[in-house]
């Protein structure tokens, strides 16, 4: 009798865990959206291994949820990122395409104005108040991993799928106009050098 029950507790130590516990050490770092909501990103960091079991986890805004279908690529997850988005990003930024993009009918994600995102698998919540969120579709809102929102702050957007790769899915209106401005500036300065040179 005592070694089947050393048996059984031996094959319990053994049996795998569900996938919650594969999946639950992701930190949401940085929310992003544009003006009207069609290009918006969530990202999410750890720095623990074993953590790609993904498959019917799921990341909830106060207004939609979406469902992973999918695992991560590796079981090397430790310092890895992610990106949650919707389609216009991934059309945006071809050069770090998402590793999970919403439906068409889920965009917008989240709320441009008062949001929690919500990922039961961490668990992690990451809220935000009116006029918090930037929207310049150059910031975005970050947090350090583990810290929660002690170190909350916005910052530029840089976007990083699992594979490393980033890009900044719009620039800002006043980003564009500052370069255009530039840009006429260093012309007239050029057309004057030629006229004092003739």
Same mark, same amino acid.
């Given at each position: 009798?005592?070694?089947?029950?050393? %048996?059984?507790?031996?094959?319990?130590?053994?049996?795998?865990?569900?996938?919650?516990?594969?999946? *639950?050490?992701?930190? %949401?770092? @940085?929310?992003?959206?544009?003006?009207?909501?069609?290009?918006?990103? %969530?990202?999410?960091?750890?720095?623990?291994?074993?953590? @790609?079991?993904?498959?019917?986890?799921?990341?909830?805004?106060?207004?939609?949820?979406?469902?992973?279908?999918?695992?991560?690529?590796?079981?090397?997850?430790?310092?890895?990122?992610?990106?949650?988005?919707?389609?216009?990003?991934?059309?945006?930024?071809?050069?770090?395409?998402?590793?999970?993009?919403?439906?068409?009918?889920?965009?917008?994600? *989240?709320?441009?104005?008062?949001?929690?995102?919500?990922?039961?698998?961490?668990?992690?919540?990451?809220?935000?108040?009116?006029?918090?969120?930037?929207?310049?579709?150059?910031?975005?809102? *970050? @947090?350090?991993?583990?810290?929660?929102? %002690?170190?909350?702050?916005?910052?530029?957007?840089?976007?990083?799928?699992?594979?490393?790769?980033?890009?900044?899915? @719009?620039?800002?209106?006043?980003?564009?106009?500052?370069?255009?401005?530039?840009?006429?500036?260093?012309?007239?300065?050029?057309?004057?050098?030629?006229?004092?040179?003739?």
């Amino acid at each position: 009798m005592r070694s089947r029950l050393s %048996i059984f507790a031996l094959a319990l130590l053994l049996a795998p865990t569900s996938a919650k516990a594969f999946f *639950h050490l992701w930190d %949401i770092v @940085e929310v992003y959206s544009n003006a009207d909501g069609s290009v918006q990103y %969530i990202e999410f960091f750890t720095n623990a291994n074993f953590e @790609e079991q993904a498959t019917g986890q799921t990341l909830q805004s106060n207004a939609r949820t979406f469902t992973f279908p999918s695992d991560l690529p590796t079981t090397a997850t430790a310092n890895h990122r992610f990106l949650v988005a919707t389609p216009a990003y991934a059309a945006r930024c071809p050069a770090a395409l998402p590793d999970y993009t919403v439906a068409a009918a889920q965009v917008p994600f *989240h709320s441009l104005v008062a949001d929690t995102l919500t990922f039961p698998a961490g668990p992690d919540t990451f809220s935000w108040s009116s006029g918090a969120l930037p929207t310049n579709g150059y910031h975005a809102l *970050h @947090e350090d991993f583990g810290n929660g929102t %002690i170190n909350r702050r916005i910052e530029a957007n840089s976007p990083t799928n699992f594979a490393g790769q980033t890009c900044l899915p @719009e620039p800002s209106g006043w980003l564009m106009l500052v370069a255009g401005v530039a840009g006429v500036l260093a012309l007239d300065r050029g057309s004057r050098r030629r006229v004092h040179s003739l």
